[in-house]
């Protein structure tokens, strides 16, 4: 699963507020998340006061499902292990994923084989498919501003039913 239609993954990069609208955070957050180590932007890091973050995809959908461990109570050692788990993963193996998590622990499930040996142990209340994480953040990412990594120009929003965009896009 790849995004759609903007250019391939790697090519675009997002401003804060970009990332911010996509992954249903604050921009307090995402500064301190930034700040913290959280999740730090993988494309252009802040340098000093009045410098743009600029994040790529995976951070968007890293942010997003941050946020959805935070709201269902994972401790914060938890998610940075889960940070770092999906970080380390593949894009192209990203989609497939299932985290899953007891409230203490995240656990990594890339298989339906991982899953069951997980539910098996007594382990796992709730979990969170990355791929539907990934079409979340995609069609929101579709409708926002991104701009090229490569020259920093901006690429303006997707709306399948504005004609003269369309139009403008094409020229």
């Not at 940070?83 to 497939?96: C, H, I, N, P, T």
Request: proline share 4%; aromatic share 6%; with cysteine.
């Amino acid at each position: 699963m790849a995004p759609q239609g903007r250019g391939r993954t790697e090519e675009l990069g997002y401003r804060g507020p970009s990332a911010c609208a996509a992954a249903g955070i604050t921009y307090r957050q995402l500064d301190y998340w930034a700040r913290t180590g959280l999740v730090q932007p993988s494309v252009r890091p802040a340098h000093g006061s009045g410098s743009q973050r600029l994040y790529s995809f995976r951070d968007v959908l890293v942010l997003k499902i941050v946020k959805r461990l935070l709201d269902a109570g994972v401790s914060l050692q938890s998610i940075r292990t889960a940070v770092q788990a999906l970080r380390a993963a593949d894009l192209a193996e990203l989609a497939g994923m299932t985290l899953m998590s007891d409230g203490a622990a995240v656990y990594r499930c890339a298989s339906p084989d991982d899953l069951a040996e997980l539910l098996r142990g007594g382990r796992g209340v709730f979990g969170i498919a990355v791929g539907a994480v990934w079409g979340d953040v995609e069609g929101a990412l579709a409708q926002l501003q991104a701009e090229r990594v490569d020259t920093g120009e901006a690429v303006p929003a997707e709306h399948p039913g504005d004609e003269l965009a369309r139009r403008r896009n094409r020229s």
